[in-house]
């Protein structure tokens, strides 16, 4: 058995979005003099975009009737330039969503939504900061119970600062342990780093996470190398999030030891 069904319009509606939010806990001393604790959510939005137009018929359009059958309608959108990338987060996220409601006279409306993902090119080589060598320098003097040791220096260089996900990272490290303690490894982390922010009131939850990691030695006391190697950048989502105010996106590279205990 086939139904009509009859309707005003169908509307599509396009959304892009950012929210944050996460729970913050502030101590207040109550009216007894005992310290209470206080939990309520802070929240962040910003909005990108938002359009809405009838795919058939519209608001103040009479009755249309829909003969049974599948039915195909066309549509488009064009999306602003500087949108940032899709991205979902433990504390916020970037989405696009697009609505479509079928608009019935006298009975609640019948929605359909689904998320679509936009993607915002990030080109290194029109970025000249990321064609620049890098150079890290880390020195470490280990202390004792009657002086300190002469230092642990390691020299690290980048032939560039920018790489994208699924590259190789070169790596020249220059380690003098001029120390008199012996060196278990040397870390080389590649780390995430997230930031999100809340409008009203301004609050920041940060995070950090080590995505990729390479260690190198031992390195004996008084001992000088030089070591060529390279650590691996996992494949990541796109991660251009320049155009987001409330949540910001970056990687780096952390150099740190570990000596050995005796």
């Known amino acids: ?111 359909s939504k689904m998320a679509f993902t936009v993607i915002s090119p990030v080109d290194l080589n029109l970025m000249e900061k990321a064609r620049e060598p890098e150079k890290l320098v880390m020195e470490k003097t280990f202390c004792c119970w009657c002086c300190a040791s002469p230092p642990l220096s390691v020299i690290v260089s980048l032939p560039v600062k920018g790489f994208v996900a699924g590259q190789a990272i070169p790596l020249l490290a220059e380690i003098d342990n001029q120390s008199n303690v012996e060196i278990e490894k040397v870390k080389f982390q590649f780390r995430k780093h997230l930031a999100f922010h809340t409008m009203s009131p301004r609050m920041t939850k940060k995070d950090a996470k080590t995505i990729g990691e390479l260690a190198i030695g031992p390195f004996n006391k008084t001992e000088q190398r030089t070591v060529r190697n390279s650590l691996d950048i996992p494949p990541l989502p796109p991660s251009n999030l320049d155009n987001c105010g409330i949540i910001d996106l970056h990687y780096d590279l952390m150099v740190n030891y570990v000596k050995f205990y005796v």
């Open 1 to 111: 058995m086939f139904f009509l069904i009859y309707f005003l319009g169908i509307k599509i509606k396009f959304l892009g979005e950012a929210r944050t939010q996460w729970v913050e806990t502030e101590k207040k001393e109550g009216q007894d003099g005992k310290t209470e604790e206080e939990r309520k959510d802070v929240t962040g939005h910003e909005e990108y975009f938002q359009i809405s137009y009838y795919l058939l018929g519209g608001a103040n359009s009479g009755e249309t009737e829909l003969q049974p059958g599948a039915h195909t309608y066309p549509f488009t959108c064009a999306l602003p330039p500087t949108l940032p990338s899709s991205f979902e987060g433990e504390h916020g996220h970037v989405r696009y969503t697009i609505k479509v409601t079928l608009d019935r006279p006298w009975k609640f409306d019948q929605d």
